[in-house]
């Protein structure tokens, strides 16, 4: 049986833009996705991108992923940033 690595842990800066919807509305879509070494750099990312312009809002945040299923858990925010999409508290 071959030994496998426990869940690890990834670390995340998403960033968001506005996009025009139709002739009245916005919405807010996902800019970038950038992988980071850790939570601090994850949030210092989420930091210089809201406050260099690049964004309207950014997320930092961690997922458990099981390496076998490659399936992932609900994230754990680190930091919210600006606007960002409301989480869904199903």
């Keep these: 049986m071959a030994k496998t690595d426990g869940p690890k842990i990834v670390y995340v800066c998403q960033t968001y833009e506005e996009r025009t919807v139709g002739r009245s509305g916005t919405h807010l879509a996902v800019k970038g996705t950038f992988p980071c070494s850790d939570a601090g750099a994850a949030q210092s990312r989420a930091e210089r991108a809201l406050s260099g312009g690049t964004c309207v809002g ?17 994230p754990t925010f680190i930091a919210r940033l600006g606007k960002v999409p409301e989480i869904d508290p199903a």
């Design 58 to 74: 950014a997320d930092a945040f961690s997922v458990t992923v099981d390496p076998v299923t490659e399936e992932a858990e609900a």
